[in-house]
């Protein structure tokens, strides 16, 4: 165990983010220095919280499974190599996750039942960053080849979680990617201010010295055929997101300066790294309104903020949660709360309980309005209220109501893969599709989901591809595709 006494000798404390007056003027990640350096003075106490349950509930909470009560041992023990050898036995990517999780760790800590929980999040970010900078993260090229193949299809935390895995225990693996560089969401849906991209090319250079291959600028059922793809490799994973956004099809849908999170948000990435952008759409001096109130809404935020935008609006249409578990989701639940990320500190109103029933345009067909109504839910569907009905004015308009799966024509046509009834790639307990030698994991199995769950399915598909390769295997395999840990 950590400190016996750790948790009553200490509260919960985090890294201080840089002043909301400077970091909206660049795009760096909002915590000085990066946020493991940040926390290097509190981070051990913060570890000697930890109660080094009997059933440590955090574990549950966890899709990947990751031995917390292990690493906030040893960094109390000052163990840093030891912590980081066990961080990564269950997880490829923790620079990902130590920035961006939700931490279903955290609200399922036991701490938490009448303390603030530890502070599992940043503790992982501490190892691993801690880890880089003493050169403790290498290469782990395969002692030998297996002589089989396999393709992944998309190059977001899926794939790389799956590629690493299979190049590691041997066999030859190409990671095909239709964008311009390789990351998918990691790249070009996250902004910088999040995550600095310089994170995932650093990993990206230990996957390529293992011997993982990236062929960038190819889209796999246009420039490469499915039927060449399966004639070519022994096993093919697909790990192309959920790539389809809602849309928003009311009156005035047709008018300009309306446009989807994800034709937004790529080129505002491109242009914050200095990357020659094509008519970008900018919210500089605009008033902004997005619609949808999760992390894509936010990000749309902090990037409006920083583009300098005259004002920005947030809508959602579900009521605002409360500040605090609510009754009916107790711990160890994942409970829906009010949430402030760093880009709602920032700038912006947020709105909630509102529709929008219409875009109202000016008379060069450009949106100047949104026409609002506040609804309340009854049997679980919103009904306006009665006189509520305004305007907003906004200039440009951001969707941002979440993604309905993986894009059918092309890959997923030509393979002929069942779907399941929402519309994602069907699988089975084992990550297989209905065609043999073809496995699914993340978004275009699940769905719209988390980074975690992405490196979870990674790792648990390669184990399966491994199987069906080899006849056995000794990767890992931390959940399936049907089971759920307690709290997500
Ligand atoms: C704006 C935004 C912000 C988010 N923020 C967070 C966050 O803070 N924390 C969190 O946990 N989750 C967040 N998420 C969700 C998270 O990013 C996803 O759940 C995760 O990236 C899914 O990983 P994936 O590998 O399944 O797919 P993706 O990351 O979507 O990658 C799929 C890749 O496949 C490529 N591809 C698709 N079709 C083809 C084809 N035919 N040929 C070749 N390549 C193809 C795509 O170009 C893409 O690069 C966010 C999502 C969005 C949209
Ligand atoms: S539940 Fe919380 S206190 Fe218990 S082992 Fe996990 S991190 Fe430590």
Redesign the pocket.
């Known amino acids: 165990m950590a400190d016996p006494r750790g948790f009553l000798k200490h509260g919960r404390e985090g890294a201080e983010r840089r002043p909301v007056e400077e970091r909206v003027h660049d795009w760096n990640e909002v915590y000085p220095d990066g946020v493991g350096r940040a926390l290097l003075p509190i981070i051990s106490p913060q570890a000697g919280r930890c109660m080094d349950c009997g059933i440590p509930f955090c574990h549950q909470g966890c899709p990947l499974g990751n031995l917390i009560p292990e690493w906030n041992d040893l960094v109390w023990r000052d163990d840093w190599a030891g912590a980081i050898e066990r961080l990564h036995a269950t997880n490829n990517f923790p620079e990902f ?1 130590g920035r ?3 931490a279903p760790c955290e609200t399922s800590c036991v701490l938490g039942i009448n303390q603030d929980p530890v502070t599992i999040k940043n503790v992982e970010v501490s190892i691993i960053d801690r880890a880089w900078e003493s050169n403790l993260v290498r290469p782990q090229p395969p002692e030998w080849l297996s002589g089989r193949t396999v393709a992944v ?8 979680a799956a590629a690493q895995q299979l190049t590691r225990a041997g066999h030859t693996v190409v990671v ?4 311009d560089q390789v ?5 070009y ?2 902004p910088e201010f ?1 995550m600095e991209k310089k994170h995932l090319d650093r990993r990206l250079d230990q996957m390529r010295r293992e011997g993982t291959v990236f062929r960038t600028g ?5 420039d490469l055929t499915a039927e060449s793809l399966r004639d070519r490799f022994d096993a093919v994973v697909l ?5 389809v956004p809602r849309d928003l099809q009311t009156e005035g849908r047709e008018l300009d300066g309306l446009h989807q ?2 034709d937004f ?1 790529p080129q505002a990435n491109r242009a914050a790294l200095g990357h020659p952008v094509l008519d970008q759409v900018s919210a500089e001096g605009l008033d902004v309104v997005i619609i949808g109130g999760g ?2 809404g936010a ?1 749309c935020l902090g990037t409006s903020t920083r583009q300098g935008a005259a004002s920005i609006t947030q809508l959602e249409i579900m009521p605002e949660p409360p500040g605090s578990r609510p009754a009916g989701q107790p711990w160890p639940t994942y409970p829906m709360t009010f949430k402030v990320s760093s880009a709602h500190e920032e700038a912006g109103d947020r709105v909630f309980g509102v529709n929008t029933k219409a875009f109202l345009g000016d008379e060069d067909g450009r949106v100047r309005a949104l026409l609002l109504v506040d609804v309340e839910f009854k049997d679980g569907r919103p009904q306006e209220i009665e006189g509520t009905e305004r305007e907003l004015p906004a200039q440009l308009v951001l969707f941002a109501m979440g ?1 309905t799966g ?2 059918k024509p ?2 997923v046509e030509s393979l002929e893969v069942e779907l399941d009834e929402r519309g994602n790639v069907a699988r089975d307990d084992t990550y297989a599709s209905s065609v043999p030698g073809v496995f699914v ?4 199995g699940r769905g ?7 490196i979870a399915e ?1 790792r648990a598909a390669a184990a399966a591809v491994d199987t069906h390769l080899t006849g056995s295997t000794t990767l890992p395999a931390p959940i399936k595709p049907t089971e759920r840990p307690l709290t997500v």
């Open positions: 996750t961006l999780c939700p299809v998309g190059s977001g935390p899926a794939g790389l095909f990617e239709r964008a990351g998918g969401l990691l790249r849906g996250i999040k190819v889209e796999v059922g246009r790990a192309m997101g959920s790539t999170a994800m948000l992390d894509t990000d993604f993986p894009e092309g890959l994991a993340g978004d275009a719209q989901s988390l980074i975690v769950w992405a990674g």
